[in-house]
């Protein structure tokens, strides 16, 4: 009897959710604002806000290279992806224009029939932190914390939500580093440079400038325990010294986007699994297990391979890496280990 109620504990745990555990946050966008004009009706302003919002979705889980293949969509095609929307709130602001702002969400499962049909990856980046230097280099003179305008205007004027640049504070011990390596500062060591966070993702941006029609900047960076380094060239045109620097940010902000969503890319295509083992205990820890794996993003499924009085043997389709699904259960109080070659799962 007792073996028959756990059975039946079982089934309505994960049959009650569809067995369908992903969170889909990752394609509701918040906040997209429309002017009204006098005449504009309701669906006017609704039309505009879709498409403002799928090009803003875009640009935060694809790669650019990837935002061509979807440039051609047409709007019949792109309302066709829309869950659903509402009006958050009507504002005035001081020139007395109207403005409705809109929350959109967009579905998941035609999103991804969408990008498995163009073949694209996209990215939810967990980890938005990170940890910048941008340093000067002008007439063999080298400027950090002082007269540096990308040191102090990188967050002016930011058009980016992907990404929370941090700066650090001036320090004497970053100077002397730097000096030390003044003559090739590629050689400089990041786990030394940014000692204070030995787990976050950092970069070091240098922008040698040599009054030439094109300036290279160069990149130095840790993305998720990954180094990389690069260069890109940007041309100068006419621009001042202050549009140019302005230049220098927008788009090493866009490069350094880019490379952490590449870091981070789910491919539909290729889904992987897990057999787990779950302990069964007297807290209800697979009721607990359940709630918490609807938090986890990439987790698409859950299925039920086995069962018996003592252990829950479950099968988990997720999209991305293995080491992210760990990190993102890990947040949830998930622990996944392998023992031999068997993986355990406990709820913490």
Known sequence: ????????????????????????????????????????????????????GFKELLNKILLKEDLIKLGKLQYSEIKELVSYYQ??????DESELKKT??????????????????????????????????ILKKNDKIFIYNQNYLYDNWNENSDTKL????????????????????NNLLNLD???????????????????????????????????????????NIKRLNLNEKEFYKKVIAKTKQEISNLIKSQDLIDIRTPSFLKANLKI?????????????????????????KFNNDIVILKIKYLGKLDKIIRQMDSQKITLKLFGNQWNIKVN
């Open 101 to 134: 702002n809109f929350n959109i969400t967009f579905d998941k499962d035609k999103m991804h029939h969408l990008f498995h049909k163009k073949g694209i990856s996209y990215s939810k980046i967990s980890d938005k932190e990170l940890f910048i230097l941008p």
């Open 1 to 52: 009897m007792k073996s028959y109620k756990l059975y039946i504990f079982i089934l309505i745990v994960f049959l009650k959710t569809g067995n369908v555990l992903s969170n889909p946050n990752i394609f509701h966008v918040n906040n997209i604002t429309v002017e009204e004009k006098s005449n504009d009706s309701n669906d006017v302003l609704a039309n505009q806000a879709i498409q403002k």
């Open 163 to 182: 990404i929370e640049f941090i700066l650090p504070l001036e320090n004497i011990e970053i100077v002397q580093n730097i000096n030390l390596n003044r």
């Open 190 to 232: 990041l786990t030394n440079l940014f000692a204070e966070y030995p787990e976050k993702n950092i970069a070091l941006i240098i922008v040698e400038e040599n009054n030439t029609n094109i300036e290279k900047v160069y990149f130095k960076t840790r993305i998720l325990g990954t180094n990389f380094i690069k260069n890109i």
């Open 87 to 92: 009006v958050s709130n009507k504002i005035s």
């Open 281 to 305: 205990d007297e807290k209800n820890n697979l009721v607990e297990l359940n709630k918490r794996l609807k938090k986890i993003d990439s987790v698409e499924n859950v299925y039920i391979q």
